[in-house]
């Protein structure tokens, strides 16, 4: 159980940094939202509006996952519970959209991989992150990284394109 709690605290500054930046981006995505408020109301005012739904949520999702990081005394079994939860709860979402996505004929193969894949792929992460802890696999974390490069890549380039496309 040291052991464990000693590897968590060793990743707390990476999380806590991760965090910050996160809600940092977010309150900027909002900023980039307010500057373009007219997109919201145009044309393409759905696309607009599901991009910026997207990217709110993958901000958020890298804060959560951080916030669960971040707690003090953690054991396998509790972030192993937590990191499930929100690798399926994002997972489901993800079924969710794919299937409306879907239905709407329109939609190219390079949309449905960016817009539902590559998420989902981070939700998978989690959730095999979640089981390998919980049997014992503390190196685990480390996939981790990747998964939330890709939320925050991700994000970010959601972010710039809501504020400089028209």
Known sequence: MEIFQASMQSWQIFYATVAAASATLTGLLFVSLSLNRERLKGKNAHMVIGMARQTFGDFLYALMISLVFI?????????????????????????????????????????????????????????????????????????????????LVTACWNAWLLLIEE
């Open 71 to 151: 707690v003090p005394h953690q054991i396998p079994i509790s972030l192993s519970i937590a990191l499930l939860v929100l690798g399926l709860s994002r997972g489901i979402a993800f079924f969710r959209q794919a299937a409306i996505s879907l239905k709407n004929k329109s939609v190219s193969l390079l949309i449905l991989v960016k817009e539902i894949g590559l998420p989902f792929t981070a939700s998978l992460g989690l959730i095999v992150v979640a089981i390998a802890i919980n049997f014992g696999v503390t190196n685990a974390i480390y996939g981790l990284v990747a998964v939330i490069a890709a939320l």
